[in-house]
Every structure is written in C-alpha cells, then in structure tokens.
C-alpha cells in the first residue's frame, strides 16, 4: 500500500496537471478567493471586456465540492491516467492535444445558445470518457461491486449515474459528442482514408519539451528527459494504435 504522497508522484503528469487544476479552482472558490461569475463562459464579456481567461476556466471548474465533484475527479484520476498509461503512452503531446481538442470544439459547441453551459469542466471529463470507451471497448469495468459492464457503455452509464443524481444531462451529451468528433477525427477518419487533419501541432510539442514533463517518442523537440534521440527507445519515428481482432 503506497502512501498519499507516493500515489501522487505515480500518476502521469497530464491526468495530474488536469485533476490538481480542478481541485485547487473548487477550492479556492469554497474559500471565497473568487466570484464564480469572475471565471465563467460568457462570449459577451470575452469580446466586449476582453476577458481572454473565460476561454480557459470554466475546464477547471467541475461544481462545489460534493458527491458529483468527486466522481468527476476520481474519473480523471482513474480513466484518464490509464489513457496515459495505455493507448497515449510515451504520447504526452497527443494527450495534451486531445485535452486541448476537446476543449476548442467545446468552445465552438457553446457557441449555441441552447447548449451554451457557463462551466465546460463536466464536459471535458466526459470526453476524456469517451475516449477511454472506444480504446478500451471489452475492458470490464466493475460497478461497485454490483455488476460488470463492458467499457464501451461507460459514458452512457454516467450519464444515467449523472441523471439519478439530479443534474442535467445536457453536460454529458455535448461531452460525448466532442469527444466522437475527436475520435472520429483523429482515428476513425485516417484509419479509413490514411489522412488525418488534426495532427498534433508544433506548437504543443513545443509546449510539452518547454514543461519538462512526460515524453513524446515522435517529437521534434526534446526536453532533459527524453534523453538522446538515437537511442533505440528514442529512434522510433512513428508508434500508431494497435488493436486486437474484436476490439472494433
């Protein structure tokens, strides 16, 4: 049994980075650090008052502290560390760029008044589910110890969860639905065509060798961590996703 510091410096420094961001926003706002209105997603107030950051902060706000709040948090530290850890290891950048996909076609969503939400955070956790779904379609997935249920079925399963708590689905459905277009995007599309259209971009894997943290085996840039590019480890130009037969 590891102890609450050792199991913080286990997880990847992504789903970290994300689950810390959340906390800390939920906290400070219990400690009246700030108005809620102040971080909120109001187009008006970006492109009138120039309020840039409400682009950014409604992804760190997941609710009050409560029994929601938590099950969005421990799914970030559980379905988003094993994306780290499985189908986006040694792929830091490529996470960091779904997070940051995700987010933008968010934003792009919001845009309608009927789904428009002031705080997208729900939202992004359900695309990270989402993800994790279609990666691990057959993954059984033990449900409080009740019953068994495939991995393809789990966002549909907090979203039931979601509505027998009271809170409104609207959140969960657009996370969803973010959450196929980048799949659709970024695996579906160029394993059908060859093509893909949102590559990871320069700019991220810049950003991620500038953090120091995690590793991108394809990089074009290289932070002290990822060592020597000729290395045997280092050298390979390409790691696409590979599947067993039955998995799609």
Known sequence: MSTPMEY???IPPVAKT???LCLLTTGAYHLDLYDLR????FYSDIFKKFQVWRL???FFFLGPFSLPFALRLLTILLYGVQLERGPFDKRTADLAWMYIFGAVTLLVIAVIPYIWHP?????????????WSREFPNARVNVHGLFELKGFYMPWYMLAVDLLLGNRTKQGLVGIGAGHVYYFMSVLYPISTGRSFIKTPRWVHKLIAFWGEGYQINSPFRNSHQGNPTNSA???AFRGRSYRLGDR
Not at 38 to 41: E, G, K, P, Q, Y
Request: net charge neutral; glycine share 6%; hydrophobic share 50%.
């Open 8 to 10: 913080y410096k286990s």
């Open 18 to 20: 994300y689950a810390v």
């Open 38 to 41: 102040s971080i909120a997603l």
């Open 56 to 58: 950014i902060t409604p």
């Open 119 to 131: 705080f997208t955070g729900p939202c992004l956790v359900y695309v990270l589910v989402y993800v």
């Open 234 to 236: 280092d050298g390979v």
